[in-house]
Each structure stands twice: as structure tokens, then as C-alpha cells.
């Protein structure tokens, strides 16, 4: 007899308040039998804290666990590893959800199980809020306007090319801070922009905070960025 | 006696599928008693389309008719008039939610009520699923990933800007096809990107496309957009 292979999910569970959830995301995980996320070595997996009250009391919980040292090859044995624990399940007719903070594509670690599993099984993608637009919505600013160019820029990228990028966007957004905020803070007012620089960390939970980059502390937590807006007057309809 | 202002709400509703709404944009209007949503000339307004179903039956509704004609002048008065029209909701002590397709701050007109009204009332923003990802998600592909340049992009800046900018990015998406479709086709085969680029309308509605960019339609609906990704081994963890 064969049994019909259950379904992949890839689920954005938004940036961290469990309302900004989306309806979809809520409802297929209530559903699902097996739930994987990224968890850390040690402590709660942030995206399974956002989602606790979805997951059936019942559901077989998948932790992902992704040591934090440098280099790929750690990572590349423990995607191959994670993949072929929830294709056993796939293939045994369970429906798996995998959890993503935000969006599972932007910046997300979904693809590394995506490209993995997207030839054995059917795989449905329910996109999230993702931490850009929540860190917009903190700040009340625009994060972009009619013709603005946006570009997203990683904090750990050279000088150089973050300063290109910065001169040539109406809009700028720097994402994974980390020990790199004291340099992009210099970086930033060499450019002048630094009126225009808005340091936001923990969008969406009651953590919260937003304040000019000037005031930022010196240690930028991972769930942090600074956005720059310097489109033309953005206020005017 | 001094009655308590309303709170203004500025709810994104997502890319089209009533379930990619937040949980929080659905309670929040199914509370309030002042829905307001852009609309068209003539027929139906989509973000009203989406949260029809959350929408109370006593609500009253304002609709937001921004006519298409060129210029920002009359905009700016369409603008003025509901800004006014929903202030005396909100002295009046009713909650206003402002519907917005997507996100409200991501190329959104939410911006020009916030201007507006941001010093007479408080204002909360709820992030909604952006046309960004929800593309992503309808193409299976990543947006962006590890230290990737993401770019998005208005089609109607000129190709000089367009080319310099897709040359600096991993990642570009371009937005407001509309009638350029034909020309940026021209301009990313001229780039050597058109095994790269893909073609999405209608994200996560039943009738949305997804197809490589050589096989587009010649006119693009409003809501499609391009994205091109040329990052490094994404699929490699």
C-alpha cells in the first residue's frame, strides 16, 4: 500500500508579537503533526516561543540546532541531517511545518531546507511579516515612497560597498548588527546621514526600542537595524 | 466633558489572501467602528476586498477615492479632505483603521494620513505580509540570504539608475511594472540576467502567475513584479 507524503510548510511566524502571526501560519500549525525550528545550543527557539500556543499538545517537535561557530560545513551536515529527519516523516504521510522568524526567505535559514527537500515533496510557502516592515511600523517612518530605491545592506559588508550602496538608495536598511554597529555609526555620519538614522531592536515585542542611531547602545542585540530615510519629502501626498 | 480621542490604526492587510492577514489586523477591525481604504474610481476597493469578512456590519466605512490622473496636486487635496474627515471620527472618541494593501510603509499611502494625523492622535502601525515576500513565496525562491545586496526597485526610473543598481545587487526586485514591463525586459538581457529573472503577478490569490520573465505578458497588471536573484550557491547552507 503506499502512503500519500505529507505536505512541507515554509512558515514566516513574523517578527516576534504573536498577533502579527498571520491567520494562515496560525492555522497550519494547529494542524500539523511534526514542527521543526532553529533552536539555539542552549535556551527557547525564539520562533517556537511566537508560535507555543498553535502547536498541538501532541505534535512531534523537531529542534534544529545550529551551533554558533564560523564556517559552512558545520551547518551543511546539519541541514543534510534535519532534512532526512523530516523526510522520514514526509514520507510516513505527516505534515511538516518548519518555523521561521519573519519571512522564511528573507534572510531566513528556510532555503537551506528548501533546496533539500523541494524535488521529494510537495512544499507550501506562507510568507511572513517580516522584521523590515515591523522595524518601519516601530519607528513610524515610511520605509519606502514612489520611486525611492530601498536597498538592504548586511552590517558585516566592507566599507566601501556599504558606502556606495548608502549614496545610491533613497532608502537604507542594515540588517545583522551585532559588533558591527560602532563602525556603521561612523561610517554613517562621514556620509552626513546620521540625522536621517534610526536605531530599532526587538520590533514588535514588548522590548521594544526605537531611538536616533546617535543614542544606540554600543552592543546591538542579533534582532536589531538601523533604517536611513532620506527620500524627498515623504510626508507630501 | 471631555470625551477620549480615538486611537488611529494603520493596518496592513497583506498581499491578497484574507488568511495572510495578521491576527492582529483581523481583531483590530473587527473592533473599530471607522474602517477607512483607498478605492478606485469605480469599482471595489481591494483592501477592503481582503478584510470584508472582519469588517464589522455597523462600521462605518470611508473610502478613500484617489482618481488616476498625473500630478500630485490633487492627491494632496484627496488627501487633506479624509484626513479631516477622519479627524472628527477620532475627536468624536472612534477608533479609525486605515486599511492598506501589503504593508502600509512599504511604497504604501498610508504615509500621507500618518503625516497628517500623527500629531493630533495616537497612531499604532500593524506590519502586514509585504507583495515583497509574498512573491518569493509564490516563486519558491529566496528573497535574499547571508550577506546578499537586495535591492528593490521602481521600473519607471531611468535605465541608467536601473542598471547601476542591479549591478551592485544580489538581489533586485522591481516593482510598478505597468507598461515598462517591455523595457526592462530589454534591459535585463542586455545585462546577461534574464535566466535570472522571474515574473510574479498577483501573489497568493487564485489567480496568480509565476513564470520566467521571457514568457511574461507584454502589459503587466499593477500587481506583478520582477525579481532576479544571481546570489552565490543560495541553496548550499
Known amino acids: 500500500m503506499n502512503i500519500k507524503k505529507g505536505r512541507l510548510f515554509g512558515v514566516g511566524t513574523g517578527p516576534g508579537d504573536p498577533e502579527l502571526v498571520t491567520r494562515k501560519a496560525w492555522r497550519i500549525v494547529s494542524e500539523v503533526s511534526v514542527v521543526a525550528y532553529p533552536a ?11 508560535m507555543a500556543d498553535a502547536i498541538r499538545p501532541d505534535a512531534i517537535e523537531v529542534p534544529i540546532v545550529i551551533p554558533m561557530v564560523s564556517g559552512r560545513a558545520p551547518a551543511q551536515a546539519i541541514y543534510d541531517a534535519a532534512a532526512e529527519t523530516l ?3 514526509l514520507n510516513a504521510g505527516r505534515d511538516v ?9 528573507f534572510y531566513g535559514s528556510f532555503m537551506y531546507l528548501l533546496a533539500r527537500l523541494r524535488d521529494e515533496v510537495e512544499v507550501e510557502m ?24 530601498l536597498t538592504v545592506l548586511a552590517a558585516p559588508l566592507d566599507n566601501d560597498r556599504l558606502r556606495d550602496a548608502m549614496a545610491a538608495s533613497e532608502s ?7 559588533r558591527h554597529l560602532d563602525r556603521l555609526r561612523g561610517l ?5 546621514l546620521m540625522d536621517h538614522a534610526i536605531y ?28 536611513i530615510y532620506k527620500g524627498s519629502d515623504p510626508w507630501i501626498a
Not at 539555539?40 to 511566537?50: A, K, L
Not at 537604507?172 to 551585532?178: A, E, M, P, Q
Not at 514588535?204 to 536616533?212: D, G, I, Y
Open 97 to 105: 511545518a518548519v518555523l521561521c522568524e519573519g519571512d522564511p526567505l
Open 172 to 178: 537604507v536598511v542594515i540588517i545583522k548588527l551585532g
Open 126 to 149: 506562507i510568507a511572513g511579516v517580516s522584521s523590515l516592515v515591523a522595524s518601519a511600523s516601530a519607528a513610524l517612518r515610511p520605509l519606502a515612497a514612489r520611486m525611492d530605491v
Open 200 to 227: 530599532i531592536s526587538h520590533a514588535s515585542l514588548p522590548h521594544q526600542q526605537v531611538m536616533p542611531l546617535k543614542d544606540a547602545p554600543i552592543d546591538a542585540p542579533y534582532f536589531s537595524m538601523i533604517l
Open 40 to 50: 539555539p545550543d542552549s535556551g527557547d527557539s525564539f520562533s517556537r516561543q511566537i
Open 188 to 192: 554613517i555620519a562621514d556620509l552626513g
Open 87 to 89: 523526510l522520514d516523516h
